[in-house]
């Protein structure tokens, strides 16, 4: 795309909450698995294992996201998304 560097800014106005919008999405990403999960109709434990392996893949895939978390864990959007399932 033919942006600046500095467009990302023209949407959020800091690091930091373009980072907590990043979470908030990974956040919502999860929810989304883990509701798919419930409905899984291999039974309970095919869902876990499936769930699970998804979450190693997506962590592996992506190690700065618990970085990410811990600087923005108390932004009240990722609050939000945390507590409320990142509706």
Same mark, same amino acid.
């Given at each position: ?7 990302? =800014? @023209? =949407? @959020? ?6 980072? #907590? ?16 999960? !419930?409905?899984?109709? #291999? &039974?309970?434990?095919? #869902? ?5 392996? $998804? =979450?190693?893949?997506?962590?592996? $895939?992506?190690? &700065? ?16 998304? =945390? !507590? $409320? &399932?990142?509706?």
């Amino acid at each position: 795309a033919n942006l600046s560097k500095g467009a990302v =800014y @023209f =949407y @959020f106005p800091s690091k930091r909450e373009l980072l #907590a919008a990043l979470v908030v999405e990974r956040l919502r990403e999860v929810t989304e698995d883990a509701e798919a999960a !419930i409905v899984n109709p #291999a &039974g309970p434990w095919a #869902a876990l294992v499936e769930l699970l392996r $998804g =979450y190693a893949e997506r962590q592996a $895939g992506d190690a &700065g996201f618990a970085e990410a978390l811990a600087s923005v864990s108390t932004d009240p959007e990722v609050v939000r998304a =945390y !507590i $409320g &399932g990142a509706a």
